[in-house]
Every structure is written in structure tokens, then in C-alpha cells.
């Protein structure tokens, strides 16, 4: 027999947090969505919506602004109440570091040349997730790495140059 | 050290950067070179190029290899050019667009006349002006005419606002003083099938994409912007014949080198160019595409430019085509 | 000479060894560009240029036709086993090809792409050799408002593109339009959003923005939550598995002739080509499948469908280059060039004036198909063993295949910082619940969309009333009214038209 309480209104405490999470997950995705509209609104301000009795480069974009805020305030009221289940809880911390990888690979790209940037990648990818021993990621990474080259520089005749190593 | 020796050191030195780069020059070209087209594979520009380094190949002596790096509507190939080393090995092959055109409405980090250099300018791409078959004017003078009449509006397709096509028919409207609706297309191939569906009354646009509709029966020529007719329509006169004089002259494809290469190198350079022109066999080839491929010196072309880009700095202000 | 006659002279010529060699040759580039993310037909032909200038006309079209659908061929098998799409044209594929893959039907899938896009490449063929004249006259009736309205009606499936609500979809799509109008603009000449970059003054990639959204941020679901569906194993030699079963091909046969009929209809319309094609297969097989919510989690007839349609859709694009002369896209220019300087001149009358170059590219198209056929069944077993991969090595490689991909499109580093900020993003959207696929779809149309609005106002002089003065585009506005209100009211009356997510309890 369960004790019923006032707060007890048929979930679950539990359950009853996953629905304020969802419903504040949609709600900051509309008020992000919100934002959007605002920021590009302001970043394309100067731009005339008329031009000389023709449509002018702003028009588009301030219908666009206009429409998006309209969805986002409908997604504001529409907000669901449970979420999808089974997706366990996200690392933000390991995403944060894979774009991170990504952009440094960006960055490097001009000093260090494809393959040893792809061998950065893989490597820093492999010690995030599920590493093994440094020793076998590495040889795995750099036999990857070396592939990629082949394949992709020498046969396909993709063309990295400008590149410091290795194309 | 003795005085004597540091006077032999320095002479030694300034021997080694003398001869350095007279050797440069000397055994230029000594390994292949780069001609950077400033578009995606495929474009009349891309086309020029390629057929134009079959004679360099011959009168250079090496592999010329093409490079598209296209963005930026043609400006990062020109950047990547003007960045590149000035050994006479990356040479850029330009459209006039990112010359004369793109300066004016863009903000783009390099001066075309003072960050590369002119090597030599190469032949007349000439634009052609289309309408559709039974539209009842047959050239410039009956088209002028037709569209003075109360109620008559002459819609235009261009292949871009801002675009050469563009500009020259605005030079045109303006030299004919006569009112244009312009009605801007992502490629002139759109301009064309928009005229043959008759959303649009005519469009101006590169020789190749009016080949088709003309040789079929679709579609005329009015006019030619530029000094040559055209071989697969030698009737058409140009605009300057049917008395319109404007600043549209021909258009060109032109070589570039970055800042700094040696006089040397560019004069190897412009020799071969000058004898590709001369090439009967490219002669035929480029023919076949209506291009002609005229020799220009830097010094000619280069006056030219200015004078284009001139009036068309002109025309982009009171067009409206800002910067930014 | 008449079709018959037409199709038996082809064949012949096409059957030709050299021809056959150049046919294969083609489509067997295409394959590997279109396997590698991020190249695309027009980079596949770019490398191959200089190679067809000294051949005859007839092979060099072949073999170019070849690259050209080879690649659509091609574009799946990433999107399939890794949710990267290759090109916009594959991205729809990724919604329920990677579902099927993670369920153990990744062979199943690269199957019915394959078979699909053969069938439908076919059909595409045919439609070539007897509409295209037809469908080119019709072609040309279209301007700017037709393509405006048209455009709208694509847009409007965005809302059936994913199982969330259609306000997110929708808003999706506005986004994508948003990251469209970035660049300058063709219509006016402004450079807008480029904050003086000069990379962007041709816009934003799309192949960049596509890999980031679909690919990295799908790796990174993988490698950064707790909970990992485990990607189920494909059985290694067991060709009776590896391949569909009964019910997915009994469910994909009718799809696969949808797509090739939409496919090559709407790729024949001057600008759109294979993407369009495939969002619009889908969308319709949804609306008209007994059980649209498997749509999503794995459907076959959402892999069979669209990428039937995408082919068709290649194809179809031909139609302008054939008919009209003009083309539309950087495949279709080179192509034109190659058939100028021999003196081939694309028009309707293309069938009569050069009969012997005509039927000899068609056969050799469908040749070319059955080739393809051949080649790519045995692969899918190859490509679906792929998956064997343990995933803490296949993440990282499918990064590195991201990279290399997006570089490969435009050798451009910037598109490297464009990759990883819509990965970012991506990952947001993906725990927010906000479908990609429809800000996909707003970028792809975003161009033509507004390119066509802008161009109706300029012809109209600023009067909206353009769209419903012109029969062809008065119809589809009507069209999208009742898209729009049907919905609306059955919602008002209770019925629920959207799916939306299960409700658990």
C-alpha cells in the first residue's frame, strides 16, 4: 500500500524531475532559438530592406527573423512534459574535448601537415574513449594515420600542400 | 678579420645573390608550374586556362599544372597567388572579375594593381547579348525602339548583380539611355532559359552559353560587346558598330605574378605567353569557343584595367552595389 | 532513325570495348569519389579533366556520365554506416539507413540503395531518351515564381522529415534558410553576415556544415554518453542475412519506382538535381506508408525511396544539359564544354540531328547502371563487415574521414573550424531533440528560395500577387494551402496528423 501524500500526484518524484527537465530542456531551446532570431536580426541591421522601389538584402533575412520567433515562442507553449528515455546521461565534459581535439586540429593543420595531425586525432580521440595502453593507441593511431596518407594523398591525388610535413 | 678579406666576403656575397637570381632567371623554368584558376573546374575561365597550357607547356618547356582554388568569388585564388612565393612558379590566371570588379564591392585583402603583377594579358572573351527567336527587335537600334513604347518594360537577366555580364549591359542601358529591369540569375545559364521561357526579354552572357539555343533555332543575337564577331554568328554587329560607344570593351584572361618576382623571370614569362598567343593551334582551339586570343603587354593591359576598373567603380556606386 | 533502331545502335556502341572500358572506368571512379564524404561529382571530374581531352567525344561523355551517377552510388555507403552524408543528396539516407545499420541491417540498407538507385536509374534512362524534349519545353515554362512556390512546398515536407513536433522542424528549417543567406548575395550584390571574412563571401559549405551536424556530432553521441545502444553485428558471410529479407524488399519495391519517377522529374527541373529528389521521395513515402512512425528508426522504404530518387534525380539533370544546352551545375558545364569543342550541340532536336551520340550515351547510361549494379552488391558485404570494427577505433577513423572529406571539398582550412563549430552545435541539437535534417533541407533550398522570391518581386514590381496571376505557380500555392490547412483542421478536430514521441509510462 502506498502512503499518499499531497505532493504525490500520481508520478513518482523521480519522474516528476525528468518532466521538469524536459519541459525546461524545450524551454531553453526556445528561448535559444529566441536569441538566434535577436542576434541576426542586430548583425544584419544596417542592411536596407528596400532598395530603390526593389526588393533590397535585408528582406529575407527579416522575414526569416520574424518567422523564427513565431516557432520559437510555439515551441515555448508546446513544451512536452516526459522525455525519451534510454539515453542515459551525457558527458559534456568528453564532447567539450572532441570538439576541442577537432579545432586543434584546425589550428595545426598548416604547421604540422595531414598525417601527423591525423595521427593527433585518432590518438586524442582513442585516449578519450575507451583507451587501451598508450603504447598499442599510438601504433594503432599511426598506422592510420600513415593509411590515411596513402590512400587519400597518393591515390585519390588530394592535395594537401602548403603544409610543412608531409603534405 | 682583415679589411681585405671582409671587401672579398662582401663582393663574394653580393656575386652569390647576383648570380642567384640571374641563374633564377636563367634556368627558369626549371621545374613545373602552378597557373591558378580562381573558379571550380568547368567554367569558361577553368576552360581557358586548361586549353592555354598546352602551348606554355610547349614554349616554356615544362609541366603546367592547374590548380582550381575557387571562393570568395574568384578572391582566394588571387590570394593565393599574391601570398605565394615570387619565383616565377605560381602564376595566376585571372577572369576579369576579381580584377576589376570584385575591389569595388567586396572588401578584399589585396590591391590588383599593386599586389600582383601583370604579366601579360591574353585574348577577347567577348559577351553576347540573346533574346528569344520571334521577339519582334533584331538588334540594339529595333530593341531600343520597342522598348520606348508607352507600357514596354525591358526585363534583363544578368548572371549576377555585380557580375561583368551585368556591368556591361548597365554601361550599355546607360550609353542608350534606356530604362532596364534587372532581374539577377545565379548563372547565366539561368538568364538563358529564363529568356527562351520569356520570363525575361533579353540577357548578356559568355558566347558558350548561347551556342545551344542560337545554333538551334531558339534564340538570336543582338549584339556583341567587344571587337570580334562571332564565328557561328558572323552577322551579329557589335555594339560598337551599332553606335553605341561605352567603356564595355573586350573582356580578357590575363597572367599574374606576385609582387616582387624578378623582371627576368616575368619577361621569360611573357615571351612564352606571346608566342602561345601566336600558337596556330591554339588559335583553332580557343576559336572553337569564341574566344580569340589576343597578345596584350603588361603595359597595354595594364592601362586598361585602370580604365575599366575605373568606370566600373563608377557604376558600382550608383548601382548601389556597396561594400558591406 | 527511330527509338528502336536508336537503342540497338547504341547498345552496339556502347558495347564496344573501349567504350565499355571508359563506361567502367567512369563508374567505378564515381563509386570511390562518392564513398569518400565531401568531393562530389564535380571534384570526381576535375581530377579525371585533363585525361578526357584527348578522347572522343562520345567516351569522354560516357565515362563523365559515368562519374556522375557513379558518385550518387557512392553516397550512401557513408551515410549508411556512419551517418556522415557524402553530399546533400545522401543526407536523407542517413535518418533511416544508420537506424537499419545500428539495428544489423547495414547490409540489408547499402542493398536496397543500390538496387534502388538501379532501378530507378533505369527508369531515369528511359525517361531521358523518350520525355526529355517534352520535359524540356515544360522546363522552360517555369520562372521565378514557379520556382519560388515550388521551392515553398519542398520546404514544407521539412515537417515530415522528423517524428518532433513540427514547430521544431520548422524552426530548423528557418535556421538552415538563415545560414544560406550568409555570402553574397547574387541578387544584390550586399555581402551579408561575412563580417569580412573572405571565406565566406561564397557563403557557408554545406558538405562542412552537413558533417558537422550529421557526422561529429553523431561521434561524439557515441563516445560522450553512459548509455551506447550496442551497434549490433552484421553477420560476416551469411548472404542470405547480410541481404534484405522478404519483407524489406516486398516493402521497397513500390518506393523505388516512386523515387525514380519524382527523382527524374524533379532533377530535370533546371537548378534542383539530386538532393531535392530524395526529400521529396521521402516525404511522400511517409505520408502515404501505413506505418509512418517506423520512419526515423530504421525503414526500409526511407533508404529505398530516397536514394532511388537521387539517382533518378542525377540523371534527370541531364536533361537540361541535353535539350537546352545549358547547364546548371559545375558536371553539367564541363560537360557542355567537351561537347562544344566536337561540335555537338545540345538541343531537343539532340535525338535527330546526332543520333549516333545520343543512343550511344543512353545505352551506355544504362550499361553503365547495370555496372554499377554488379559492383556494388558484392561490396555490401565488404562495406557492412566494416562495422566489425571495434567502435573505439571506428570513431576515431570516422573523424578522420569527416576531415579529410571536408578538406577535400573546397581545400579550404576554414571549413575545418566550420566542421567543428556544427559539430558543436549539432550535439546541442541533438539533446534539445531538433531534428538536422530540415536545417539540411533549409540550406539546400535556401538559395533558390530566395533567389526566386527576390526575382518575382523585382518582375512583379513588389507585388506578392505574382505567385497567383501565373497558373503554374497558382497551383502550387494551392497545393501548399492544402498541405498547410489539412493538417490544421483534422488537429482542430481533434485527430493527431504528427506523430510525436511515445509517451512513456
Redesign the interface.
Known amino acids: 500500500m502506498r502512503i499518499v501524500t499531497e505532493e504525490d500526484d500520481g508520478y513518482s518524484r523521480d519522474m516528476k524531475r525528468e518532466k521538469w527537465k524536459t519541459v525546461s530542456i524545450d524551454r531553453i531551446s526556445s528561448l535559444v532559438l529566441l536569441l538566434v532570431a535577436f542576434v541576426y536580426t542586430l548583425a544584419g541591421w544596417r542592411l536596407p530592406i528596400w ?2 522601389d526593389l526588393p533590397g538584402p535585408a528582406l529575407t533575412p527579416r522575414i526569416l527573423a520574424v518567422a523564427l520567433t513565431v516557432l520559437a515562442i510555439i515551441i515555448w507553449f508546446q513544451a512536452q512534459p516526459f522525455p525519451k528515455s534510454g539515453q542515459g546521461r551525457a558527458l559534456w565534459g568528453r564532447s567539450v574535448i572532441i570538439l576541442g581535439f577537432l579545432f586543434a586540429y584546425y589550428l595545426m593543420l598548416p604547421l604540422l601537415g595531414y598525417t601527423l595531425c591525423n595521427f593527433g586525432l585518432m590518438l586524442g580521440v582513442r585516449r578519450t574513449f575507451e583507451p587501451g595502453s598508450w603504447r598499442w593507441d599510438a601504433i594503432g593511431s599511426a598506422i592510420i594515420a600513415t593509411a590515411a596518407y596513402f590512400i587519400f594523398v597518393r591515390m585519390f591525388g588530394l ?1 594537401f600542400t602548403e603544409f610543412f610535413l608531409w603534405e | 678579420m682583415s679589411i681585405t678579406l671582409k671587401l672579398l666576403l662582401t663582393i663574394f656575397l653580393l656575386w652569390t645573390v647576383f648570380v642567384g637570381s640571374v641563374l633564377a632567371a636563367d634556368t627558369y623554368p626549371s621545374k613545373n608550374i602552378t597557373l591558378v584558376v580562381q573558379w ?4 569558361s575561365t577553368d ?1 581557358a586556362a ?1 586549353e592555354s597550357t598546352v602551348p606554355l607547356q610547349k614554349y616554356l618547356g615544362r609541366a603546367v599544372v592547374i ?7 574568384g ?2 585564388g588571387t ?1 593565393e597567388v599574391m601570398r605565394a612565393k615570387p619565383d616565377g612558379y605560381t602564376v595566376l590566371f585571372s577572369s576579369p572579375g576579381p580584377i576589376i570588379v570584385l575591389p569595388h ?5 589585396y590591391d590588383p594593381f599593386k599586389d600582383i603583377v601583370n604579366v601579360a594579358g591574353l585574348g577577347a572573351a567577348p559577351i553576347v547579348i540573346l533574346a528569344k527567336k520571334d521577339a519582334p527587335y533584331n538588334n540594339l537600334k529595333e530593341m531600343d525602339a520597342y522598348f520606348r513604347q508607352p507600357g514596354k518594360e525591358l ?1 534583363y537577366g544578368s548572371a ?3 557580375t561583368v555580364n551585368h556591368l556591361w549591359m548597365v554601361m550599355l542601358s546607360r550609353a542608350m539611355k534606356l530604362r532596364m ?7 547565366s ?2 538568364g ?3 529568356v ?5 526579354d533579353v540577357t548578356s552572357t559568355e558566347p ?2 548561347a ?3 542560337v ?2 533555332g ?1 534564340a538570336k543575337l543582338l549584339a556583341v560587346f567587344g571587337s570580334d564577331h562571332i564565328p557561328y554568328a558572323p552577322n551579329v554587329q557589335t555594339v560598337k558598330e551599332q553606335g553605341y560607344t561605352t567603356a564595355a570593351q573586350d573582356l580578357w584572361h590575363a597572367f599574374y605574378v606576385p609582387k616582387g618576382t624578378s623582371q627576368a623571370i616575368i619577361d621569360k614569362l611573357t615571351e612564352a605567353i606571346k608566342k602561345a598567343s601566336e600558337d596556330p593551334e591554339f588559335k583553332t ?1 580557343a576559336a ?2 569564341d574566344r580569340s586570343v589576343k597578345f596584350m603587354s603588361a603595359k597595354d593591359f595594364t592601362a586598361l584595367t585602370k580604365a575599366q576598373s575605373a568606370v566600373i567603380a563608377d557604376i558600382a556606386k550608383a ?6 | 532513325m527511330d527509338p528502336v533502331q536508336g537503342i540497338l545502335f547504341g547498345l552496339g556502341r556502347a558495347m564496344e570495348p573501349q567504350t565499355l572500358l571508359f563506361c567502367f572506368l567512369g563508374v567505378l571512379w564515381g563509386t570511390l569519389i562518392g564513398v569518400l564524404p565531401g568531393i562530389g561529382p ?1 571534384g570526381g ?2 581530377i579525371l ?2 585525361l578526357t ?1 584527348g578522347m572522343d567525344l562520345t567516351q569522354a561523355m560516357v565515362m563523365m556520365a559515368g562519374i556522375y551517377y557513379g558518385t550518387m552510388y557512392g553516397g550512401s555507403t557513408t551515410s549508411i554506416l556512419a551517418a556522415v552524408p557524402g553530399e546533400t543528396a545522401s543526407v536523407i539516407t542517413v535518418l533511416d539507413g544508420h537506424q537499419m545499420a545500428m539495428k544489423g541491417r547495414a547490409g540489408a540498407a547499402l542493398a536496397l540503395a543500390a538496387i534502388g538507385s538501379f532501378v530507378a536509374g533505369t527508369m531515369a534512362v528511359f525517361g531521358l531518351a523518350f520525355l526529355a524534349p517534352a520535359l524540356a519545353s515544360l ?6 515564381p514557379e520556382y519560388f512556390t515550388l521551392a515553398l512546398l519542398g520546404l514544407s515536407t521539412a515537417a515530415l522529415l522528423s517524428n518532433v513536433s513540427l514547430a521544431k522542424g520548422l524552426s530548423m528549417a528557418v535556421i538552415g534558410l538563415m545560414v544560406g543567406t550568409v555570402g ?8 551579408r553576415y ?1 563580417f ?1 571574412r ?2 565566406l ?2 557563403g557557408v559549405e554545406i558538405i562542412a556544415v552537413l558533417m558537422g551536424l550529421f557526422g561529429v556530432a553523431e561521434v561524439i553521441e557515441t563516445v560522450a554518453m553512459t548509455f551506447r545502444p550496442e551497434l549490433r553485428r552484421e553477420p560476416l558471410f551469411d548472404l542470405r542475412r547480410i541481404f534484405p529479407n522478404r519483407e524489406e524488399t516486398g516493402r521497397s519495391i513500390g518506393p523505388m519506382l516512386r523515387g525514380g519517377v519524382i527523382g527524374f522529374f524533379v532533377g530535370a527541373l ?2 534542383s538535381g539530386g538532393a531535392l529528389s530524395s526529400y521529396v521521395s521521402y516525404a511522400l513515402e511517409k505520408k502515404i506508408s501505413k506505418h509512418p512512425e517506423q520512419f526515423g528508426t530504421g525503414a526500409p522504404e526511407g533508404v529505398a525511396g530516397p536514394e532511388a530518387a537521387n539517382n533518378a534525380g542525377a540523371t534527370g539533370a541531364l536533361v ?1 544539359l541535353l535539350t ?5 551545375s ?2 553539367t ?2 560537360m ?2 567537351a561537347m ?2 566536337h ?1 555537338v ?5 539532340l535525338m535527330q540531328r546526332s543520333p549516333e551520340f545520343f543512343w550511344t550515351v543512353v545505352s551506355s547510361m544504362y550499361i553503365g547502371n547495370v555496372m554499377l549494379l554488379v559492383l556494388n552488391l558484392p561490396l555490401v558485404g565488404v562495406w557492412a563487415a566494416l562495422l566489425r570494427v571495434p567502435q573505439r577505433w571506428l570513431v576515431g577513423l570516422i573523424l578522420v574521414f569527416c576531415v579529410t572529406g571536408v578538406y577535400a571539398a ?3 582550412r576554414f571549413d575545418l573550424l566550420v566542421v567543428t563549430i556544427a559539430g558543436g552545435i549539432g550535439v546541442l541539437m541533438k539533446r534539445a531533440q531538433l531534428p538536422a535534417a530540415p536545417l539540411a533541407l533549409g540550406m539546400i533550398l535556401g ?1 533558390i528560395l530566395e ?1 526566386a522570391l ?2 518575382s518581386l ?2 512583379s514590381h513588389g507585388s506578392p500577387l505574382i505567385f497567383v496571376k501565373r497558373p503554374i505557380a497558382a497551383v502550387f500555392v494551392g497545393l501548399l494551402g492544402v498541405a498547410l490547412l489539412v493538417p490544421l483542421l483534422q488537429r482542430l478536430f481533434g485527430r493527431r496528423v504528427v506523430p510525436t514521441t511515445e509517451e512513456e509510462m
Do not use: C
Not at chain 2, 40 to 43: I, K, N, R, V
Not at chain 2, 181 to 187: E, L, M, N, R
Not at chain 3, 139 to 144: I, R, S, T, Y
Open positions: 532598395v530603390k592535395s | 571550380a573546374g568547368g567554367g576552360l586548361r590548380k582550381n582554388v575557387a571562393g570568395g568569388s578572391a582566394l590570394v564591392v567586396a572588401e578584399v585583402p526585363r549576377g548583380a555585380g529591369t534587372h532581374v539577377p540569375f545565379p548563372h545559364g539561368e538563358v532559359t529564363n527562351l521561357g520569356g520570363h525575361v558558350i552559353t551556342i545551344a539555343p545554333k538551334e531558339r582551339i572553337k569557343t548601382e548601389g552595389l556597396g561594400k558591406k | 564535380t571530374l576535375t579533366l585533363p581531352s522546363a522552360l515554362d517555369f520562372g521565378p553574397m548575395s547574387v541578387i544584390t550584390g550586399y555581402q561575412t569580412g573572405i571565406e563571401i561564397s533546371p537548378g537540361p537546352l544546352g545549358v547547364p546548371y559545375v558536371v558545364a564541363i557542355l564544354s562544344v569543342v561540335g550541340f545540345p538541343s531537343p532536336l573546397n581545400f579550404s538559395p533567389n527576390m526575382q523585382i518582375l
